[in-house]
């Protein structure tokens, strides 16, 4: 699946590919407490087959994993300098860890898998996120070739996009109608 | 009031300054039903004597006013690509509108307008976003000396900083205690 917000996507990531973070994405959830969350992601590509659908990684041991678990929407917000585009793209998010039978979702891990550099496979063999610094010597092990445990997928299912290109103070939204299929409309910025 | 973290971003922003957008930041918000919202936004400073408490602008009319009054909590999430540095920074949110009659933040709310550019300002004239795009004369209205009356004042009032700097994958968690006063301790990344 495609829709017109994704093939701008898809150009504006090729008009920034310049700058290294322009892969850099900032994902809002919602925290047991009811206040927002927001991280910087590393996008991952679109799903295979379904360019409505974004993929980044997370270890199982992050506060992101329970936050899903418990209101399974997000938002992820992404400035692209180049060419001055702001995409707003909320919907659902899918954890897929290493405990997920459904055959599809664990292709789509192990291909997330096979795309990680060492450096960021060995991530997931490092002490639990967020406790108190540990000795240097508990961040040298090395990933095994499958993916580690720790290893999660996480896909968001867009909705919506809320596009603004503020060259021009242009502003589009797009959302997901009972069909499946994006409308869009262009309204005031 | 000054902190650690906040002497932190300060020379992140020195650092980054060569980036024009180093000052756009991510602020996620939680929505009426209860999912997040996140959209980018520019930072305009630290609340003078007060170092902990960042300021942006935004238009009465936009949906955020809404989420904030519903709900006001937020996190901002700010990566600062010369550094390899991010910073989350949770607290309170309050909206300052021609409303407000306290002089503290009237005071902010006219200095945050006097340090706007004319093309900046002149976007609060233009008709209410999200809805159907006007036509191009719409866009043409020159801003007044004095504030618009969309004109608002957002304040975060931060309670927690997450420190990353992503060159030495240092992480450093800063947090308000009963005295007003940041705590920080050195965390896994």
């Known amino acids: 699946m495609s829709s017109k917000w ?3 996507l898809k150009s504006s990531l090729e008009a920034n ?3 290294p973070y322009s892969k850099y994405v900032q994902l809002a959830t919602v925290k047991p407490d009811g206040r927002p969350a927001n991280r ?7 799903m295979q087959d379904d360019e409505t659908s974004l993929t980044f990684v997370t270890d199982r041991r992050s506060r992101k994993v329970q936050e899903v678990h418990l209101s399974p929407y997000g938002e992820a ?6 060419t001055r585009e702001q ?3 909320s919907g659902q998010l899918r954890i897929v860890g290493s405990d997920n039978n459904e055959e599809q979702w664990m292709a789509a891990r192990r291909r997330a898998w096979a795309a990680m550099s060492s450096a960021g496979r060995s991530q997931f063999t490092w002490p639990t996120p967020g406790e108190p610094r540990a000795n240097d010597e508990a961040f040298q ?3 095994s070739e499958e993916p580690e445990s720790n290893f999660c997928l996480v896909v ?3 909705d919506a996009c809320d596009y603004v290109q503020l060259f021009e103070n242009k502003r589009e939204i797009f959302e997901r109608g009972e069909d499946g299929l994006f409308s869009h409309q262009a309204v005031n910025p």
Not at 40 to 46: A, I, P, W
């Open 156 to 158: 968001l299912s867009v």
């Open 77 to 82: 917000c992404w400035y692209l300098p180049v």
């Open 17 to 19: 590919a310049s700058l």
């Open 6 to 8: 994704s093939q701008l």
């Open 87 to 89: 995409f707003r793209l």
């Open 141 to 143: 092990a090395k990933a």
């Open 40 to 46: 910087t992601v590393v996008f991952r590509g679109f």
